[in-house]
Nanobody
Framework: VQLQASGGGSVQAGESLRLSCQIS????????EAWYRQAPGKERELVAA???????NVADSVTGRFTIRRDNADFTVYLQMNSLEPEDTAVYYC???????????????????WGKGTLVTVSS
């Protein structure tokens, strides 16, 4: 199983980015997926997660600005990030959990599969 994350980049505050995470090696419709981020000097944190059926869970810090959705036909989960702030600067990781949304943790411990990170830099 592989997760391929893409879409990071450098933007100005207030701009948008869309991250993509494509899963291969298993049916994406069977797993919950999540986006995490880790900023320099900080611990990894959950940004948003989505169940196999489309139920979402978005962190309070990004609610109203970030949305997560999945397209099972393309085996891809997207993180739409609007109104980006310098505080959103981090390496973003996607991860998959075969045990469902209930097993998605705020720290990422216990997630079954991880993609390589993609860097998001937001300047003021």
């Amino acid at each position: 199983v592989q997760l391929q994350a893409s879409g990071g980049g450098s933007v100005q505050a207030g701009e948008s980015l869309r991250l993509s995470c494509q899963i291969s090696g298993m049916k994406s419709s069977l797993v919950a997926e999540a986006w995490y981020r880790q900023a320099p000097g900080k611990e990894r944190e959950l940004v948003a997660a989505i169940s196999a059926s489309g139920i979402t869970n978005v962190a309070d810090s990004v609610t109203g600005r970030f949305t997560i959705r999945r397209d099972n036909a393309d085996f891809t989960v997207y993180l739409q990030m609007n109104s980006l702030e310098p505080e959103d600067t981090a390496v973003y990781y996607c991860a998959a959990q075969t045990g469902g949304l209930v097993r998605v943790t705020t720290t990422g411990h216990g997630m079954d599969y991880w993609g390589k990170g993609t860097l998001v830099t937001v300047s003021s």
